[in-house]
């Protein structure tokens, strides 16, 4: 943020974007915005967060559901959201959450979960997630969408877990783990 960059009360941005604040607030819940600067009376909000809120009333205008809108704020540039304020993209056709092509790493939902899982009405799945088994009593759970880098450092992760967990349960202490 540059220097010289406004900051609005919750107040402002309310009365800029047009939404009352517990809108607002349930958009930082759920990921479409990022948190503001401080908490409570004393948060303060960007030049960004107004220009998502306003790409944001675009698309849903336009068809889109929130889930889609999350997917597509997560690539998107500034030049974008000035862009779809004006001309929304076409929603997807497709109403089911996104679901990536199963990783390689063992996960404790199979491929008919996910599918199941996909085809089920978005307003019953607000959150797409992997379950990977690290070990009989151990369970990471990971929301999506990832990107290529996160879902790298992701499976990682899961090697080196499940390594330190088998070593430690034949008594061993455990090694460096992979290079990420």
Known sequence: MAAT?????????ERESGL????IHFYVQ?????????????????PQ?????????????????????RTL?????????????HQPPPPPTDRSPTVPSPSPVFHAMSLADLRAFATAPT???????????????AELVVRLP?????QRRIEWLVAYARRLLAINEGGESP??????
């Open 123 to 137: 307003d019953l799945a607000p959150q797409s997630c992997l379950h990977y088994r690290l070990a009989p009593d």
């Open 49 to 69: 967060h107004l220009l998502r809120l306003r790409a944001l009333r675009a698309l849903q205008a336009a068809g889109w559901r929130l889930n889609a809108i």
């Open 20 to 23: 009352p604040r517990r809108t």
């Open 175 to 180: 090694a460096e783990g992979p290079t990420p």
């Open 146 to 150: 990832l990107s290529p880098d996160r």
């Open 30 to 46: 759920q990921g479409l915005l990022p948190p503001p600067i401080g908490a409570g009376p004393a948060a303060r909000y960007t």
């Open 5 to 13: 960059e406004p900051l609005y009360t919750i107040s402002d941005l």
């Open 73 to 85: 704020f997560a690539q998107a540039s500034a030049e974008d959201l000035a862009r779809w304020i």
